[in-house]
C-alpha cells in the first residue's frame, strides 16, 4: 500500500472524514487531495498562508501567565506615581531655561513624541511576540528580535542591541541614583540650615551608609511598605509645594516668554528625564490583568501619561511664574527662601521620600549589572553572596562618587536626560517598529514608516549629542569656576 508525505491510507480513520467532504479540502494550511490510487495526502497549500495563520493563530495577551495581575486603574497608579520623583520638582527650572510660551508648548510636543513612542514599542512587542510565539518580551529581547528581522544592514547589529539597550538603562538608573544622592543631600542641607551648618558634601557623606546598608535588601517585597510611605510623603509635599506657589497672586513682571536657544537643549534633557518612563511601560503593561486595555483610545498609557504631561507642564509654568530666574534645580530648595518650618519640614521630609525610593531606581542598575553580566562567573563559588552585596557596595559607591564631585541637580538631570532617554524614548522604539513591520509592509507603507521613523531616529540623535554636549559644557564651566 502506498504512502504520500502526511499520507492517510483507506484503512484509516482519516479517510473517512476525508471522504465525508469533496476531493480536495482545507486543514489548517493543508489541503486534502484524493489521488489515483484512492489514497489522500495533506499537501502544504501555501507556505506563506501557513506562516501568516500560525503568528495569528497565537495571542501572547491568552498565555501570559501572571502571578498577581494588575488591575486597570492599579496600573494607572503605578505609571502615575512612578513618575511622581526629582524630575516634576525640576520642571520649573526647566521652564526658566526655555521661558514660559516655549516651555508649554515643547513639553506637550515631546510628552506627545513620548507617548507616540511608548505606542509603537509595545506594539512591536506584541507583533514579535505573536511570531516567536512566546508571551511577553523585555526591551532588550525586543530589540534583538526586530533588529534580526529588519534591513539587512542592520540585522548584524541584533546580538548587540541587547548589550547597547542594557548600557543606556544602567546608565540613566545610576545616573538617576546621583540625581537622588545630590536632591536628599541638597534637600536636608536646606531643611536643616535653620539648625544646622554643614556643607553638602558632609550631608553626602552621612547618607552613604545608610544608603549602602538600604541596598542591601534583595528582596524589593520588603521595601514596599517603606515605599507607600514615601509615596504619601511625595503626594504630600506637592501639595504643600502648590500652597506656597498660589497662596500669593502670580506675576508675569520679569518672566521671559521665549529663553534663549542655547539653553533649549537644558530644557529637553529635563523634560525628557521627567516625562520619559520606558522603562517601566513593558513591565507595566506585561503584568496587567486586561492588557487589551492598555493601549486603548482611553486606555492606561493614554490617560496616564496625559495626566503626567498636564501635571509636569503646570508645575513648570506656575513655578517658574511664581520663583521667576530665582528658581532652583528643585524647586523645593525655594521654599528656605519663606523661613517658616512648614517649607523646611517639607525638605526633610521629600529627602526622607527620595532615600526610600532610592534602592527602588538602583534595583534596575544592580539586576542589570549582576543578573546578567557577573553572577554566572560565581555559580561554582560559596561565597557568591558575599559577591553581589560586594557589586552592590561599588555601584553606590560609583554613584556617591559622581554626585560628591559635581553636585548640581538641574545639570545632572538634564544630562542623564539627554544622554541616554534621547535614544531609549525616541530614537531606539523608532528602529524597533521599523524593523517589526519591514516585512509586512507594502511598499508605500514602507516609505511612510521609513521617513516617519527617519524623523524620530534624527530627533532622538540630535537631542543626545547636543543635549550631552551642553550639559556637559555646563558641568564643566560650574566646576572651573
Not at 171 to 196: D, K, R
Request: glycine letters at 6%; proline letters at 4%.
Amino acid at each position: 500500500m502506498s504512502h504520500d508525505n502526511l499520507g492517510f491510507t483507506s484503512s484509516t480513520d482519516a479517510l473517512q472524514d476525508l471522504k465525508k467532504s469533496s476531493s480536495s479540502k482545507d486543514y489548517h494550511g493543508y489541503k486534502s487531495t484524493e489521488k489515483n490510487d484512492g489514497i489522500y495526502v495533506l499537501e502544504l497549500e501555501d507556505k506563506k498562508k501557513n506562516v501568516y495563520e500560525q503568528e495569528n493563530d497565537y495571542d501572547p495577551y491568552e498565555h501570559r501567565v501572571v502571578e498577581h495581575p494588575t488591575s486597570y486603574a492599579e496600573t494607572m497608579l503605578h505609571l502615575v506615581k512612578g513618575s511622581l520623583g526629582t524630575g516634576i520638582l525640576a520642571m520649573p527650572k526647566a521652564f526658566y531655561h526655555a521661558g514660559y510660551v516655549v516651555g508649554i508648548i515643547a513639553t506637550i510636543i515631546i510628552g506627545l513624541l513620548c507617548i507616540y513612542c511608548m505606542r509603537i514599542l509595545v506594539r512591536s512587542e506584541y507583533e514579535l511576540c505573536k511570531r516567536k510565539r512566546v508571551p511577553a518580551m523585555t526591551y532588550p529581547a525586543t530589540a534583538e528580535s526586530a533588529l534580526s528581522e529588519g534591513p539587512m544592514f542592520l540585522r548584524r547589529f541584533s546580538k548587540a542591541s541587547i548589550y547597547v539597550i542594557n548600557t543606556f538603562l544602567l546608565i540613566y538608573q545610576m545616573g538617576t541614583c546621583c540625581v537622588y544622592i545630590v536632591f536628599i543631600a541638597s534637600n536636608l542641607q536646606s531643611g536643616l540650615s535653620p539648625y544646622i551648618t554643614m556643607e553638602i558634601e558632609k550631608y553626602m557623606a552621612i547618607i552613604l551608609l545608610p544608603l549602602i546598608l538600604v541596598n542591601y535588601i534583595r528582596n524589593l517585597k520588603f521595601l514596599a511598605p517603606f515605599s507607600t510611605l514615601a509615596n504619601v510623603i511625595m503626594l504630600t509635599g506637592i501639595a504643600i509645594i502648590l500652597y506656597y506657589i498660589f497662596r500669593e497672586p502670580l506675576s508675569f513682571e520679569e518672566r521671559v516668554a521665549f529663553g534663549e536657544v542655547t539653553n533649549f537643549p537644558l530644557f529637553f534633557g529635563t523634560v525628557l528625564f521627567a516625562l520619559e518612563a520606558i522603562g517601566v511601560i513593558m513591565p507595566l503593561e506585561n503584568e496587567m490583568k486586561t492588557p487589551r486595555s492598555f493601549m486603548t483610545s482611553f486606555g492606561v498609557l493614554n490617560i496616564s501619561m496625559g495626566t503626567i504631561v498636564a501635571m509636569y507642564a503646570g508645575m513648570g509654568f506656575f513655578g517658574y511664574m511664581r520663583f521667576g530666574s530665582e528658581i532652583a534645580g528643585s524647586i523645593t530648595l525655594n521654599l528656605s527662601a519663606y523661613h517658616e518650618k512648614l517649607g523646611d519640614a517639607v525638605q526633610i521630609l521629600l529627602a526622607i521620600a527620595i532615600f526610600f525610593t532610592h534602592p527602588i531606581q538602583c534595583y534596575v542598575a544592580i539586576d542589570i549589572t549582576w543578573n546578567e553580566y557577573i553572577s554566572h562567573f560565581f555559580e561554582k563559588y560559596r561565597f557568591k553572596l558575599f559577591w553581589e552585596y560586594v557589586i552592590r557596595t561599588i555601584i553606590i559607591l560609583i554613584t556617591f562618587t559622581l554626585a560628591i564631585s559635581i553636585p548640581e541637580l538641574d545639570l545632572f538631570i538634564s544630562l542623564f536626560g539627554a544622554f541616554c532617554l534621547s535614544g531609549l524614548g525616541l530614537a531606539f522604539p523608532a528602529i524597533i517598529q521599523l524593523c517589526a513591520f519591514w516585512k509586512v509592509l507594502g511598499p508605500t507603507e514602507r516609505k511612510i514608516m521609513v521617513a516617519k521613523n527617519t524623523c524620530l531616529i534624527l530627533i532622538g540623535t540630535l537631542g543626545l549629542i547636543v543635549g550631552t554636549y551642553t550639559s556637559l559644557r555646563e558641568i564643566i564651566k560650574k566646576f572651573s569656576s
